[in-house]
């Protein structure tokens, strides 16, 4: 497999640290809102990340933070009147909400910042003692010259960050480029006792402990959001190499910036399109097609031209898959056709060598449609054999695992009710009574049932 470092701006062959377990940290949201469709991408990007490597037999340790404090978390709390404590704990329940509408499959471990500040005060204190941190009146920065790498993440020279850094009222920091791993607690915030007097850890600390904690000093993949890579993730790299003297991610993953009707979406133009809006009008899977089905460094836009068109290609997936199940329940005991059958399986290895080339889901969704029109052309309205059916029922879930789309198939088990209308229809039709038959049509459609006369039989869908 091969997988786009951003640290090397190539393709490289993904071989991990260790072989018997692949490390993977994606940074989470911070809790203080409803998450919205930028922070949704790399949610359900790495999921697919993590759930094809297992597909691939690997053992992999995810960790995915939640940020439970935070600047915004506590404005949030004070314009509400409550403590930071039940913004964040509401949030996270929110969170959950739509991370299990989209099929997100949760992670190894969800650390949360406020129960790691031993770790992180501990990362501090080294920091310090090896003149990378220093402490001014409760605040500690971090000495961002004296790591002379640092830029090599987001690959701009020195002189350019330093151009556009900025020392912003109240801060003392030695040069504008430095950043705060702790902050003094003001009047009203929260805090914890520190060597350096009550406060609170700045963002990027969090995670650098986190990983440490959770996966160790050196890990295989970091993955985010394009938006991380200056200064979150580039901070991250300085702490933490800094501080434990070794490599901290042996490969970086970023994911595109997603637009709005062709506009960057931002708080500030107030195009902000969160997850739970379009999920009460389309259904959380649309909102999960939508963002696995670009190629994960692309820009992708939204828009309801764009969801619409991602909504009709599931039904047609789904349509595909019910056409299956009743092909199976109807198949004919005849020999199997070996062609067909290799031909379904080789729709398996032109998956598989998309998704090796660096996650390229868009060509893996094709690789399964091609899957649907073998299935629909030469398996559906013929005779194939059994096995025949069921092989391409296996691959077809199979891959639409690894995506993790179609989990919202319902049951094609109908009460007696609907089945005996379903029988009364085909006496009805052998006996060319057609005002019955489709007086009969007409009922089941008003009770969501679809049916599809076929040479094989009548087949169905829900609505």
């Not at 978390?73 to 929110?94: D, L, P, W």
Request: hydrophobic residues 35%; glycine residues 6%.
């Amino acid at each position: 497999m091969k997988i786009y470092n951003t640290m090397t701006r190539q393709k490289e062959e993904f071989i991990p640290v260790d072989e018997n377990e692949v490390k993977i940290y994606a940074c989470g949201p911070t809790v203080y809102n409803y998450i919205h469709i930028g922070n949704a991408r790399p949610l359900c990007v790495f999921d697919v990340l993590r759930r094809y490597m297992e597909y691939r037999g690997m053992n992999v340790k995810f960790v995915q933070n939640f940020t439970d404090v935070d600047d915004k978390i506590i404005k949030r709390a004070n314009e509400e009147g409550i403590t930071f404590e039940e913004v964040s704990k509401k949030y996270i329940k929110e969170f959950w909400t739509d991370a299990h509408g989209l099929n997100f499959k949760e992670a190894t471990v969800h650390p949360k910042a406020t129960e790691n500040i031993d770790e992180i005060i501990e990362i501090i204190k080294i920091l310090e003692d090896k003149g990378y941190a220093y402490a001014v009146d409760g605040d500690v920065y971090f000495r961002t010259l004296k790591f002379k790498e640092y830029g090599k993440l987001s690959h701009q020279p020195i002189e350019d960050l330093q151009s556009g850094a900025r020392i912003a009222i109240g801060e003392k920091k030695e040069d504008p480029l430095d950043f705060a791993l702790w902050k003094s607690a003001k009047e009203g915030e929260p805090y914890w006792e520190s060597p350096w007097g009550k406060g609170r850890p700045g963002w990027h600390i969090e995670c650098s402990a986190m990983n440490r904690r959770y996966l160790g000093k050196t890990i295989d993949i970091h993955c985010g959001g394009q938006d991380l890579i200056f200064p979150h993730h580039e901070n991250e790299i300085a702490q933490s190499e800094c501080a434990n003297g070794c490599t901290f991610s042996k490969y970086w993953m970023h994911n595109g910036y997603i637009n709005v009707d062709n506009v960057k979406m931002s708080k500030s133009l107030g195009n902000f399109k969160t997850v739970r809006e379009i999920a009460d009008v389309y259904g959380y899977e649309v909102i999960r097609y939508f963002l696995i089905s670009s190629h994960y460094r692309s820009p992708i836009n939204y828009s309801l031209e764009i969801i619409e068109q991602c909504k009709s290609a599931l039904e047609r997936l789904y349509t595909c898959r019910d056409s299956l199940d009743f092909a199976i329940k109807n198949a004919k005991d005849i020999d199997d056709d070996t062609s067909l059958i290799n031909q379904i399986n080789s729709r398996r290895e032109q998956f598989i060598e998309a998704m090796d080339d660096d996650l390229n889901t868009a060509d893996g969704i094709a690789a399964i449609f091609e899957l649907v029109k073998d299935i629909n052309t030469k398996i559906l309205d013929k005779d194939v054999s059994l096995n025949v059916c069921k092989t391409a029922a296996d691959v077809f879930d199979e891959l639409c695992s690894v995506l993790g789309i179609l989990y919202n198939r319902k049951s094609n088990d109908l009460d007696s009710e609907i089945e005996e209308l379903v029988n009364k229809r085909q006496e009805a039709r052998a006996n060319k009574d057609w005002a019955t038959a489709d007086k009969i049509r007409d009922d089941l459609k008003a009770k969501g049932i679809i049916l599809k006369d076929t040479p094989q039989g009548v087949t169905w869908t829900k609505e």
